[in-house]
């Protein structure tokens, strides 16, 4: 069988050649435009339009330093549930940083010191460009670090505990837990519920802290429960199926009156569902795979639009330097 050879890529001399320029002025129109005339500046980048040239990747990370990549923490999987929301995330940065000619290093940390190691090798070795951070949480030590180093980064997630909207710095993109959560309370008290529980995560955690003021937030706003019912509806555990199962079930042993139960993770919400059954109206967070699967509503983060948000903050570095994204619910 004849093998076809493949088509040879167009070259820089292909490119002189076409625009009727030296190589060096091609060479100067790649790395550093403003030095050359507009009008030969035009000629040049007509020809690398009209013959598809593509700088190679390696050859333009020596000359510019610049790597095209974009660094992303492969976070350790904590469970198999409340994890594929990371999974569905690093796809889709993924996915549309290709579109834009970016590629992703996924790298792993034992912790916050160990990722800021991570952070001194790949920026030592110009290995990538940027980073995108996960998990951020109070007073997060990677993001100060980064700062003071004067790398470019985004967080998925506010940097809880600083001056997060002020901060020309750090550029964030987070979605609005708290008005998710609230919007799914206000949603069972008008389908009529009366004493909504909040099963979350113990205080400390910044987004399930957010989370459980949106609930706060709605079933106060309805005047119809004292401070004292209010809080013996507020449950806090770690995030496992069976210590949700007990909270829920310590919480009716105590007599407290349950007719609706919204969760700030999917893996609280399959604990719940597991005392209450079908009868009681049980809201997870995060609209993960077990939730569709098992007929449990979920309060989805929209995260292809937190992924292009993401890479919108760290390519175009302007205004505004701060996305604050709306989930909704997914009612099954």
Known sequence: MTRVPAPRLPTVSDVASVAGVSRQTVSNVLNAPDIVRPDTRGRVERAIADLGYRPHASARRLRTRKSSTIGIR??????????????????????????????????????????????????????????????????????????????????????????????????????????????????????????????????????????????????GSRGTLDPASIDALDLA???????????????????????????????????????????VPVVGYDDTPVASALGLSSVEQPLVEVAGAVLSLLLDDSEPRHRLLRPHTIWR
Do not use: K
């Not at 020309?168 to 009366?194: C, F, I, N």
């Open 237 to 279: 555990v770690e995030d496992s199926v069976p210590l949700a199962s007990a909270a829920v079930r310590a919480a009716l042993a105590a007599g407290v009156t349950v007719d609706a139960v919204v969760c700030a993770s999917d893996t609280l919400a399959l604990g719940a569902s597991v005392v209450l059954g079908s009868t």
């Open 74 to 219: 492969l976070d350790p999987v904590q469970n198999g549930i409340s994890g594929a929301v990371l999974d569905r995330f690093l796809h889709a940065v993924t996915e549309q940083a290709d579109a834009l000619d970016h590629r992703i290093l996924l790298y792993t940390a034992a912790g916050p010191d160990d990722e800021i190691a991570q952070f001194r090798r790949l920026l030592d070795g110009a290995d990538v460009d940027g980073f995108v951070l996960t998990s951020t949480f109070f007073d997060d030590p990677r993001t100060e670090w980064l700062i003071d180093a004067g790398a470019d980064f985004v967080t998925f997630g506010r940097p809880w505990g600083l001056d997060d909207m002020g901060d020309p710095q750090h550029r964030w993109v987070d979605v609005d837990g708290r008005a998710g959560v609230a919007s799914a309370t206000d949603d069972l008290l008008g389908r009529g519920a009366t004493h909504v529980a909040f099963l979350g995560w113990p205080e400390g955690s910044g987004a399930g802290d957010d989370r459980r003021r949106g609930w706060r937030d709605a079933l």
